[in-house]
């Protein structure tokens, strides 16, 4: 019994399973998938569980798996890094700009206009630097 | 883990954990070898449970690779499946099992009342 063909969704599904399964069970699912669809089960619902059935196939620990999980590993540290980078690059000019209009408000104009110690009539009258200029760090 | 008994020996009940899925599978291929979609067909029939084909083929290979069910050669593309003596074995266990827990629970329920 020939069924109607898999959707390319399904396809695309089952492209997301190891090769080692979709060399055994590739054709059969995409079968299965398309006689389901045709009995009236939601093309989305069998992808969906499809792709639950890979996420768990990639998770299962299989003997001779050593070299695709540390490429996996590899890609999801590569993307986890790449996140990290796009997170700080999109960061790091809004903290560059806080950082310098932080530090030039809150260093002192100059030394000489904003003196700590200044004699007033012979007595010495305190000035806080931070009064003296308004700023609020 | 729970221990069935049967003919005086203790044997552990290997499905204890194994999933709902990998059970209706057993029970469904205790009758005859059948293939995935015959699977879903039968369980959602005998049990109202509708497995997704991604369920089906995780329990699959699971059972496959704890020596319950087997393989048999492909017909045109599709692998009917069929149970293994230890997977029959295994069933009983199980079976026997959940009997003694309902049995236990409807006499519990008679005796509170409720």
């Known amino acids: 019994m020939d069924g109607p063909p898999a959707p390319r969704l399904v396809h695309t599904v089952l492209r997301c399973y190891p090769a080692r399964w979709r060399r055994r069970h590739g054709d059969e699912a995409a079968e299965l998938a398309a006689l389901?669809?045709?009995?009236?089960?939601?093309a989305a619902a069998v992808a969906g569980s499809?792709?639950?059935?890979?996420?768990?196939?990639?998770?299962?620990?299989?003997?001779?798996?050593?070299?695709?999980?540390?490429?996996?590993?590899?890609?999801?540290?590569a993307g986890a890094l790449g996140v990290s980078t796009g997170l700080l690059a999109s960061a790091g000019p809004a903290r560059a700009a806080s950082t310098s209009r932080a530090s030039t408000h809150c260093r002192p104009s100059s030394p000489a206009t904003v003196p700590a110690l200044t004699p007033d009539r012979g007595q010495p009258r305190l000035v806080i630097p931070?009064?003296?200029?308004?700023?609020?760090? | 883990m729970a221990i069935g008994k049967r003919d005086g020996q203790a044997e552990p009940d290997v499905l204890r954990r194994a999933g709902e899925a990998s059970v209706l599978i057993l029970v469904s291929l205790a009758d005859g070898p059948k293939h995935g979609y015959a699977l879903i067909q039968d369980i959602k029939e005998l049990a109202g449970v509708e497995l997704g084909p991604g369920t089906l083929y995780g329990a699959l290979d699971r059972l496959e690779r704890l020596g319950l069910i087997e393989s048999l050669p492909a017909d045109d593309r599709r692998h009917p499946y069929q149970i293994t003596r230890p997977g029959a074995a295994a069933l009983r266990v199980h079976l026997d099992s959940l009997e003694r827990v309902s049995a236990a629970g409807r006499l519990r329920l008679q005796l509170g009342g409720i």
């Open chain 1, 36 to 42: 389901l669809i045709r009995d009236g089960t939601p």
């Open chain 1, 130 to 137: 931070a009064a003296a200029h308004g700023r609020s760090c």
């Open chain 1, 50 to 77: 499809y792709l639950a059935g890979a996420g768990r196939e990639w998770l299962t620990p299989r003997p001779g798996r050593r070299v695709s999980a540390v490429a996996c590993a590899l890609l999801v540290a």
